[in-house]
């Protein structure tokens, strides 16, 4: 029987496959997948706010003593874990196609594989690994993956929570590192320039100041203005396009409202008795 | 009177009676018919204790332009008031006052007259709008001090 040819630990991928493996993609479908269903829990979470205070005032709004806890803390944990799977997949996405782009570079400079040259192969450097080992190497050494804290997303399904059963009272994170907050002081539900209770309340994404957006479309005239943050003592120069809804605000006056209504009404019942 | 200025005022009016900082107060003026003039206010500013200012407090009018909050109040003491940052004319020289400096739409009445507070008796040196205060405050502390407590006796409280 004649010897078999001892094949070497590493050699470049064969032309005839190089087509076929240029083809493979990650699956980008997948992060599309979980982007729409995290934002499918945001619409539902809406759905559910929305339903706490109608905009009917002659049903009576029914929001439960921290009943809403539960269904909003389920909501924020799905939430979290598809942020992480995203992240997840983003990671494996983004390894797959720099290793395969790396292994397709590296190709080009490595003649065919032949009974020529491959004596040249077994006596490469051994450590030099195939697409598969490589893969794996750079998959195995993941990042923690959680949730950007700074997502606004997040951040509004985090404290809605707290917003609805305190509506006047500072987050409580916030505290400590807000020095403008005088004597543990409230949160004020008035634009500072209209002094009216906030209607649609909008947030600067630059400086977190809130003002009423028809305040906003007062001093900002066109979109592409700059003007100066209106709030005393603030540095910042804005455009209309640095703000953003304030969910957190609309949520803390829709309480508020709501608490006040049944504050009458409890005091309509006293008279009654 | 345009919708927003308007609107404005009468929050401003509200939020002061609901509540205002102490020793401190504010109110339109009566128009010649009886009715408010929420474009002319009249306030109060009380010196601080334990300052020279202490036991005092003064008087100041608010003009509120028609373009307000764009833009902002014109606030005076009585003309000739004696410190280092009001012109003759009693104009407060303040850069929260100034819509080129640090006015904003966003500062309140109780802003305006607690910043006016904290300037009585911390003048800006560097920007004199009167002679005599600006010299003495800078030249001769104790002329300084004697004339602030001459004029504080007229506006005891």
């Known amino acids: 029987m004649s010897q078999g040819i001892e094949l070497p630990t590493y050699f470049p991928i064969s032309e005839h496959v190089l087509p076929d493996f240029e083809g493979l993609r990650s699956n980008s479908n997948a ?21 706490l205070f109608p905009e009917d005032s002659s049903v009576q709004w029914n929001v439960e003593e921290s009943g809403n806890v539960e269904i909003i803390k389920s909501l924020l944990e799905s939430f979290e874990k598809l942020s992480r799977a995203q992240q997840q997949t983003k990671f494996y996405n983004d390894v797959f196609e720099t290793t395969r782009s790396a292994v397709r570079n590296r190709a080009r400079n490595e003649p065919e594989l032949s009974l020529r040259n491959i004596d040249m192969y077994k006596k490469a450097d051994p450590d030099k690994k195939s697409f598969s080992q490589l893969l794996e190497e750079r998959l195995s050494n993941p990042p923690t993956f959680k949730v950007n804290s700074n997502n606004p997303d997040f951040i509004f399904l985090k404290n809605a929570t707290f917003v609805i059963d305190h509506p006047l009272d500072p987050l409580p994170d916030e505290e400590e590192d807000d020095d403008l907050q005088i004597g543990g002081g409230k949160i004020d539900l008035k634009c500072p ?38 709030i005393l003592g603030c540095s910042k120069t804005l455009r209309r396009a640095d703000f953003v809804p304030d969910r957190l605000m609309a949520l803390r006056v829709k309480s508020y409202k709501a608490q006040q209504e049944r504050l009458e009404n409890a005091e309509d019942y006293d008279r009654l008795e | 009177m345009s919708s927003l200025l308007k609107n404005r005022l009468q929050e401003e009016r509200k939020q002061w009676r609901k509540d205002h900082p ?28 334990n ?29 000739g008031f004696y410190h280092p940052n009001v012109y003759p004319s009693g ?67």
């Open chain 1, 193 to 230: 320039i209209s002094m009216n209770i906030f209607e649609s309340p909008m947030l600067s994404k630059k400086c977190s100041h809130t003002i009423d957006q028809k305040s906003l479309f007062g001093i900002w005239k066109s979109p592409n203005s700059t003007e100066d943050c209106p």
């Open chain 2, 22 to 49: 102490f020793g401190f107060y504010a109110k339109p003026v009566k128009a010649a018919d009886g009715s408010l003039d929420l474009q002319n206010w009249v306030a109060g500013i009380p010196g601080r204790d």
């Open chain 1, 31 to 51: 992060l599309n997948e979980l982007r729409e269903t995290q934002s499918e829990i945001l619409k539902a979470a809406n759905t559910y706010f929305e339903s």
């Open chain 2, 91 to 157: 104009t407060i020289c303040l850069s929260i006052l100034n819509e080129d400096q640090d006015w904003r739409p966003g500062i309140n009445l109780k802003q305006i007259c607690l910043g006016i507070q904290e300037l009585l008796d911390t003048p800006n040196p560097d920007s004199p709008a009167q002679e005599p205060a600006w010299r003495a405050f800078g030249k001769d502390r104790p002329n300084y001090e004697k004339k602030v407590l001459e004029q504080a006796k007229k506006y005891t409280k």
């Open chain 2, 51 to 79: 300052t020279i200012w202490e036991n005092a407090v003064f008087p100041i009018t608010l003009t509120f332009p028609d373009d307000y909050p764009s833009k902002p109040p014109k606030v005076k003491f009585p003309a």
